[in-house]
Nanobody, 123 residues
Framework: QVQLVESGGGLVQPGESLALSCAAS????????MGWYRQAPRNERELVAT???????TIADSVKGRFTISRDNSGKAVYLQMTSLEPEDTAVYYC?????????????????WGQGTQVTVSS
């Protein structure tokens, strides 16, 4: 069983900053990648940023230069530093991870999601 627990959402004004955190726990053998997606009302869920086991990052064009993704030394926590926030960034932000789990001699990978955290940018 794997859990992703997010924290750090909230209400901010345009131009302000906010940081999100996500911690993975459970029967983790290896984390392939972790990242953040977001979903605004009436929109599809979209990629925001990801970081893989090697440290390579992918950042959506819409947030490039404003958002930064990082992880801790254990590789089991990922952070999203958001600056110069805009009303268009308002959405539920979901932590995402691709993780290998081990059960005896069996290894398998799967995609996991956090419960989501609301980010609202409004004056």
């Amino acid at each position: 069983q794997v859990q992703l627990v997010e924290s750090g959402g909230g209400l901010v004004q345009p131009g302000e900053s906010l940081a999100l955190s996500c911690a993975a726990s459970g029967n983790i053998f290896r984390i392939i990648s972790m990242g953040w997606y977001r979903q605004a009302p009436r929109n599809e869920r979209e990629l925001v940023a990801t970081i893989n086991a090697g440290g390579a990052t992918t950042i959506a064009d819409s947030v490039k230069g404003r958002f930064t993704i990082s992880r801790d030394n254990s590789g089991k926590a990922v952070y999203l530093q958001m600056t110069s926030l805009e009303p268009e960034d308002t959405a539920v932000y979901y932590c995402n991870a691709y993780i290998y789990t081990q059960s005896g001699q069996k290894y398998e990978w799967d995609q996991y999601w956090g419960q989501g955290t609301q980010v609202t940018v409004s004056s």
